[in-house]
């Protein structure tokens, strides 16, 4: 899966991981590589035609979640000093679509 979606979602759990391992968490998956392949195999395909709960708040002009999940990574990067760059970017266009919620 090379799509510009696809690289999205590459560089938001690279961010993650990077940020978890940083934090000591444990997660179920050890390596970005590893969960990017359970996303592709497992966890995508039955889902596909969902809509995340993210998407369903920007289409009904409601705030999203989206400080308390991009942007929990994006603090803790900077706690630690790694870059975020791609959660920055997520948080930055969803506060700036919210903020368009009046038109």
Same mark, same amino acid.
């Given at each position: 899966l090379q799509t510009p979606a696809w690289n999205i =979602?590459?560089?938001i759990v690279r961010e993650a991981f990077a940020v978890s391992t940083a934090e000591?968490?444990?997660l179920p998956q050890k390596t970005a590589d590893e969960y990017l392949e359970y996303l592709k195999v497992q966890k995508i395909p039955p889902t596909a035609a969902h809509y995340s709960s993210m998407y369903q708040d920007i289409m009904a002009k409601?705030?999203?979640e989206v400080? @308390? =999940?991009n942007g929990a990574i994006v603090n803790l990067g900077k706690k630690h000093g790694i870059p975020t760059p791609v959660n920055e970017t997520i948080v930055n266009l969803t506060h @700036?679509?919210?903020g368009l919620k009046c038109r």
């Open positions: =979602i590459e560089g000591g968490v444990e409601r705030l999203t400080d @308390f =999940i @700036f679509k919210e």
